[in-house]
């Protein structure tokens, strides 16, 4: 409740801010004015935060938001559904599960939520709840899916990670009047000591869940059965990433064949030897790491940052090296996902945005990606600032020069007592 007679502003220019937190919100919305900006990675813009998105076939997004709302949105279109799946929180994780669990021939969706529970629904009917997964104590930050098993995991705040199996078929689900209640059939708690940030499978089989968090480890489980995966060769001990090499929140994680990616807000991303649990190379950044995607068969590694940069990084040959800069979102990016010959990213700027792979590692324009359309009308702004920039100096200094009747009349008359004497 607020106080009676208080003054409310939604400027944050009016609340105490340093020199550099007031330069960088400056810089923030002058970006955001920016047309080029406006049209850079051709935008779906919710209306909201996006905080998470999975992708559903090659036309559908599914976006978890911070309006309490989970969607789906047409990537042609770039249009949200204007029904929604409610929570009573924040939308912090979306997946959606494999092509072969349908309802009524629609993809099922999940989303996860501070208000600590998952619903499961139609990607096609959002508002049609067809189950709950309940069992969390506190925010449900984020979610993953078997590729091939109706097998949900999911990583809460309060250092949980919990297992659940939906129904093999989901039309049973469908014909109930109300949402079905599932608990989880497995419980990890006590490994972790800080909350859990981002799960992963290992790409190739689907066999080992990979989990880390604020606790700056990584651990690993069966993900069929939830036990601790044992070190190879020593089945006494438990795989683990202890946290020294990361030293603070790991926030994203992938892994490809022989590789985990680790993404943290020590300004790091790693790439790690999976069998050896060592690194194998070390991605530098001047601020936090929010984001990883490793893209393989390019070799490269795309990195979001809590700027709204992405950096691509050239992995595959000697040093790793960027390669590219995208400067594409106003805000922290959110997630990262690739799907054929293109990869989104998200970003707290409330937009989503696609690129062609290949059209970024290719781009022989400068370091900064800019597609040759935008950068034409980028040239076009900048000649025109310019402009008005010369044209405003330009008035200024008339101003400046011009005297006043007044201030005539006192110089003529200093300049005849001048010839006076």
């Not at 949402?179 to 000591?193: D, Y």
């Not at 499978?201 to 604020?214: C, H, N, R």
């Given at each position: 409740m607020g106080i009676a007679g208080a003054n409310v502003s939604s400027d944050r220019r009016n609340f105490f801010m340093s020199s550099a937190q007031l330069d960088a919100l400056e810089k923030k919305e002058e970006l955001e004015c920016d047309p080029v900006r406006q049209k850079l990675g051709t935008p779906l813009r919710p209306g909201a935060r996006i905080l998470s998105f999975d992708l559903c076939g090659s036309d559908t997004v599914v976006l978890g938001l911070s309006s309490h709302q989970a969607k789906a949105a047409n990537l042609k279109t770039r249009e949200c559904t204007a029904a929604a799946a409610k929570h009573g929180g924040p939308v912090t994780a979306v997946a959606v599960l494999n092509e072969s669990y349908t309802v009524n021939g629609s993809r099922i969706a999940l989303s996860a939520s501070w208000d600590k529970i998952v619903k499961v629904w139609p990607v096609d009917d959002p508002q049609n709840t067809l189950a709950v997964l309940t069992g969390h104590s506190d925010f449900v930050k984020c979610v993953a899916v078997h590729p091939t098993l109706p097998i949900v995991y999911t990583g809460s705040a309060d250092k949980s990670i919990m297992f659940w199996r939906l129904p093999e078929s989901l039309e049973t689900l469908a014909q109930s009047t109300t949402?079905?209640?599932?608990?989880?059939?497995?419980?990890?708690?006590?490994?972790?000591?800080g909350q859990i940030y981002a799960m992963c499978?290992?790409?190739?089989?689907?066999?080992?869940?990979?989990?880390?968090?604020?606790d700056a480890s990584v651990r690993a489980w069966d993900s069929q059965t939830g036990v601790a995966i044992a070190t190879k060769g020593d089945e006494s001990s438990d795989w683990c990433i202890?946290?020294?090499q990361h030293k603070t929140n790991i926030f994203d994680c992938k892994a490809t064949e022989n590789t985990l990616w680790t993404a943290s807000a020590d300004n790091t991303a790693i790439g790690w030897d999976i069998e050896t649990r060592t690194t194998d190379i070390v991605l530098e950044h001047s601020t936090t790491v929010t984001a990883v995607l490793p893209i393989p068969q390019v070799g490269v590694v795309v990195t979001g940052v809590r700027d709204g940069a992405l950096y691509v990084w050239r992995v595959n040959s000697g040093v790793p090296k960027i390669i590219r800069e995208i400067n594409a979102h106003t805000d922290d990016v959110s997630c990262l996902r690739v799907a054929g010959r293109v990869f989104y990213s998200s970003g707290l700027d409330g937009t989503l945005r696609k690129w062609d792979i290949q059209s970024v590692v290719n781009f022989v324009g400068g370091f900064e990606y800019m597609p040759a359309e935008l950068q034409a009308l980028k040239d076009q702004n900048t000649s025109s600032k310019q402009g008005s920039d010369t044209l405003a100096k330009s008035s200024k200094s008339a101003n400046q020069s011009a005297l006043t009747e007044e201030e005539e009349r006192e110089l003529a008359e200093l300049m005849s007592d001048l010839d006076d004497m």
């Open positions: 949402p079905q209640e599932i608990a989880p059939f497995k419980t990890v708690k006590g490994q972790h000591t499978l290992d790409p190739v089989s689907a066999q080992v869940l990979y989990s880390t968090g604020s202890a946290r020294g």
